[in-house]
């Protein structure tokens, strides 16, 4: 019996993994499980996505010929069981995934901060190609958004919604942006670069809740008292990683 390969995530971790197995192992069965409806495309192409300069047809590196010629097997689902003892995983919908061997590449998700008003319906996040497109609805019909985080994805969405909105807001917890990263001089770079934009930029700033009217986002709450007011937000303080199983 050819060996069973069970490849949890079908980002770039499980495909590179299933590309290398396939190398080895000629006659091995492979299946690469998601619970994305998506499968597989560029996450660092999501940023370009936002801002329109790629079309949405371009986050897809993979033709139905690439999976074809490798022989594997994809599978739509979310895993919340696994016995290693048994070799199954079992899925939301009770079907069991048996294995001979298993590799986990979940991958991470975004951190949602604990606050007033996070479960908003306007209230965002940047993860998968389902948040893109969120982000993307949203922001066409929004006057203004505030985006709050210190980090490149963070940066991503602002250039995303400065495409789209009239007015957006950038929150830094500290003086500078990405401190951990850049110096001075590529910091003040880049935030020039953003006002210059039109980007609103509000440093040693954090935020304290989110205000809402009638089940929608009408403004963000400041550590020190401030009211910005707007009408969605995205969220990019970091990200943990998806060790559920």
Known sequence: MPTRYLIVGQGVAGIAAAEAIRSADASGAITLLSDDPHGYYSRPGLAYYL??????????????????RLRLQRVHGQAIDLDPVGHYLRLADGTHLAYDRLLLATGSSAVRPTLPGVDLPQVVTLDNLADAERILALARKAHSAVVVGGG??????????????????????????????????????????????????????????????????????????????????????????????
């Open 51 to 68: 801002t329109g300069e790629i079309p949405r047809s371009h986050l897809f590196p993979w033709s139905e010929e690439n999976f074809h």
């Open 152 to 245: 490149i994805t963070a940066l991503e969405i602002v250039e995303g919604l400065r495409e789209h909105c009239r007015r957006v807001h950038y929150l830094l917890r500290g003086e500078r942006y990405w401190n951990n990263v850049l110096d001075d001089a590529e910091a003040r770079i880049v935030i020039q670069r953003l006002a210059a934009e039109g980007v609103q930029i509000h440093t040693n700033t954090e935020i304290a809740a989110i205000e809402g009217q009638r089940g929608r986002v009408a403004a963000v709450l400041t550590a020190d008292g401030r009211r910005i007011a707007c009408d969605m937000v995205a969220v990019a303080i970091g990200v943990a990683p998806r060790v559920q199983l």
